[in-house]
């Protein structure tokens, strides 16, 4: 069964930062796109970024470019998201997604609440 397990979430006061890690496992990690998305309370679930499966490209929702960063390492199966200039905005559960052709499979979520 193919297993995504996100950590990494908390609590952050405004400015702060965070590292998600999402690790893989029982799939072929590395040829899959990776995604982190967020949901927050009472909006739908939006994609944050994704980086391809070799790790040469990204792309970032516009309202994190400049403060969040997601990477790859393909032998520890494991993508990451480093969130640098928190906003009670980005508070949200986080997910991490693999994606390929067609193929989807989301993680559990992790929460992570940005708050003085």
């Known amino acids: 069964q193919v297993q995504l397990v996100e950590s990494g979430g908390g609590l952050v006061q405004p400015g702060g930062s965070l590292r998600l890690s999402c690790a893989a496992s029982?799939?072929?990690?590395?040829?899959?796109?990776m995604s982190w998305y967020r949901q927050a309370p009472g909006k739908e679930r939006e994609l944050v970024a994704t980086?391809?499966?070799?790790?040469?490209?990204?792309n970032y929702a516009d309202s994190v470019k400049g403060r969040f960063t997601i990477s790859r390492d393909n032998a520890k199966a494991t993508v990451y998201l480093q969130m640098n200039s928190l906003k009670p905005d980005d508070t949200a559960v986080y997910y991490c997604?693999?994606?390929?052709?067609?193929?989807?499979?989301w993680g559990q979520g992790t929460q992570v609440t940005v708050s003085s």
């Open positions: 980086i391809t499966s070799s790790g040469g490209g990204t």
């Open positions: 029982r799939f072929a990690f590395s040829v899959y796109d």
């Open positions: 997604n693999a994606g390929r052709r067609g193929s989807s499979y």
